[in-house]
């Protein structure tokens, strides 16, 4: 398996191809938290956060095994999300891999922290979730921040399906 930081110059294809496979891992991995037919993203999305280097892909044998936005949020600190692995793959280490590209990435930058956010249920618990969490925590992730997203994030109020809270998840990198 490689992994590679798509360059600006990416065909609209694998742009395509990114996008339908975080749509379609999230809408399962997402199930119950929003409305119907909600797309956690979009081509034209991810078109700018390859444009901006910041969408990471593995392929094995040419294919799109899964992929990971990593961006940095200020001079200390990297962020990942959107992170997706192909469900024809999963548990063979892709997401793993992925998310040690965008520390090392981030390290590599002069980043001393790593960032990423979950979306929860804030009333029951989602399997997908709860193996988030737990997965997070075994590679070094600690929650330093817990809000409503209604509260944090007005505009995505009507489309969610149940109250939600995100959680902020950071691991030193030193
Ligand atoms: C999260 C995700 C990327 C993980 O990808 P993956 O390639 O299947 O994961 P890996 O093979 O790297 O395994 C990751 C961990 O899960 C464990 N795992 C994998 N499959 C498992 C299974 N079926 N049951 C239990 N644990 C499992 C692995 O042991 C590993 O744990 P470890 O690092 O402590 O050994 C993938 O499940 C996914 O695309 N989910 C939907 C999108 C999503 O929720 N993204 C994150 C939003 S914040």
Not at 14 to 28: C, G, M, P, Q, S
Not at 64 to 91: I, K, N
Request: aromatic share 8%; net charge negative.
């Amino acid at each position: 398996m490689e992994i590679e930081l798509l360059p600006p110059s990416a065909e609209r294809a694998v742009i395509e191809r990114v996008t339908a496979l975080v749509n379609h891992v999230y809408a399962e991995s997402e199930k119950g938290l929003w409305r119907e037919n909600t797309d956690r993203t979009s081509a034209e999305e991810v078109a700018g956060f390859v444009a901006a280097g910041e969408i990471a892909a593995a392929f094995a044998d040419g294919e799109l095994a899964g992929s990971v936005r990593v961006q940095r949020l200020d001079e200390a600190t990297g962020e990942f999300g959107m992170l997706a692995a192909d469900p024809a793959r999963r548990g063979l280490g892709v997401g793993r891999e992925l998310v040690r590209f965008a520390e090392q990435a981030s390290r590599a930058a002069g980043c001393r922290e790593m960032q990423l956010e979950l979306l929860v249920p804030r009333d029951w618990t989602h399997p997908s979730k709860q193996f988030l969490a737990e997965w997070y925590g075994r590679l070094g992730y600690r929650v330093t921040h817990r809000a409503g997203l209604a509260e944090d994030y007005p505009h995505l109020a009507p489309s969610l399906a149940t109250p939600c809270d995100f959680l902020v998840y950071r691991k030193d990198l030193a």
